[in-house]
Each structure stands twice: as C-alpha cells, then as structure tokens.
C-alpha cells in the first residue's frame, strides 16, 4: 500500500512564504512523476506543479510560475513545494500525487494520478 503524506500547512500573510513537504512510503524514485494539486472551497481540484523522475522536467502553472518551485529529496522520500510571495488566491488545501505510468509529457490532469496524499491547508490572509 503507496501512501503519501503533506504537511507543512498552515496560516500565513500576504507575501509570506511556506514549504510544504510529501512524505511517500515508497521511494520517490520508483514513481515517475509527482505533482502537487490544489482544491480551493467551492472550486475544482487545480493542477499547480508536477516533476519527473529525476527531476528532468517540471511543469507549472501559468498561477504560480515564479513563485513556487518544486524539489525532491530521494534519500528522504520526500517531495517539497517551496511557496514564496502567496496571495490570498492561493489559499487551499494542497495535495501531493504520484503516479508510476511513464509519459514523456507533463501530466495536469488530476485523475491521470493514482497515488494521493489526505492533503494540508495553506491559508493566506490578506
């Protein structure tokens, strides 16, 4: 059984920043890619940044692109979302999703992963 875990939440200013950590139960190698989605109230889940196996692609979202970087530690199965300068806007829960199928592109799509975590609130108040 794959399980994922974020943590690293949590409330903040306008302009803060946060990181935000995935936790896998399997080695982070042994998925081909992880992406980190986003599920505002009221609103659909939200691709937000995804990374392949060995780190040689990343793909971001227009909503995000500069602000937020993504980053891997295999030794410690551990998946990072560095969120600088965050807006009310970015307010969500986030989740972490991996997936093992090989693709050569960036996969957006939320049911294109099989693998997730229960998710972590980030709230930016304004």
């Known amino acids: 059984q794959v399980q994922l875990a974020e943590s690293g939440g949590g409330l903040v200013q306008a302009g803060d920043s946060l990181r935000l950590s995935c936790t896998t139960s399997?080695?982070?190698?042994?998925?081909?890619?992880v992406a980190w989605f986003r599920q505002a109230p009221g609103k659909e889940r939200e691709f937000v940044v995804t990374t392949m196996r060995g780190g040689e692609k990343e793909c971001y979202s227009d909503s995000v692109k500069g602000r937020f970087i993504i980053s891997r530690d295999n030794a410690k199965n551990t998946i990072y979302l560095q969120m600088n300068s965050l807006t009310p806007e970015d307010t969500a829960v986030y989740y972490c999703?991996?997936?093992?199928?090989?693709?050569?592109?960036?996969?957006?799509?939320?049911?294109?992963?099989?693998?997730w975590g229960q998710g972590t609130q980030v709230t930016v108040s304004s």
């Open positions: 399997r080695r982070t190698y042994g998925f081909n890619e």
């Open positions: 999703a991996a997936r093992v199928s090989r693709s050569v592109v960036c996969k957006t799509m939320s049911d294109e992963y099989t693998y």
